[in-house]
């Protein structure tokens, strides 16, 4: 079982930024894949990015490339999702994910965050 906590959400200006943590415990798996992923309301959950132990290989969404960036702590089980050049259209609970590969997109990850909201005024 792996337990997933984010962290760093919170209130911020359009063309600001945050970092975002996800840090894991219970027996992370190195072969998994950690994901981003955020729901707006009203909104389906949507893929934002992921990083592939196995691969050493990251993915984004079209709508976050250029201005979000994932990275990695192995030392803390921690995934960070740094964003920058935010926009009110950001505005979402965020998520993070851990699991096998099913592909980057996929909503089939194994284990979940509780979320963490960031809002993102104009």
């Known amino acids: 079982q792996v337990q997933l906590v984010e962290s760093g959400g919170g209130l911020v200006q359009a063309g600001g930024s945050l970092r975002l943590s996800c840090t894991a415990s219970?027996?992370?798996?190195?072969?998994?894949?950690r994901a981003w992923f955020r729901q707006a309301p009203g909104k389906e959950r949507e893929f934002v990015a992921a990083y592939s132990y196995s691969s050493d290989n990251t993915n984004y969404a079209d709508s976050v490339t250029g201005r979000f960036t994932i990275s990695r702590d192995n030392a803390r089980n921690t995934v960070y999702l740094q964003m920058n050049s935010l926009k009110p259209e950001d505005t979402a609970v965020y998520y993070c994910?851990?699991?096998?590969?099913?592909?980057?997109?996929?909503?089939?990850?194994?284990?979940w965050g509780q979320g963490t909201q960031v809002t993102v005024s104009s």
């Open positions: 994910a851990a699991g096998d590969f099913r592909g980057w997109a996929s909503n089939e990850y194994d284990y």
């Open positions: 219970g027996r992370t798996d190195r072969s998994y894949v």
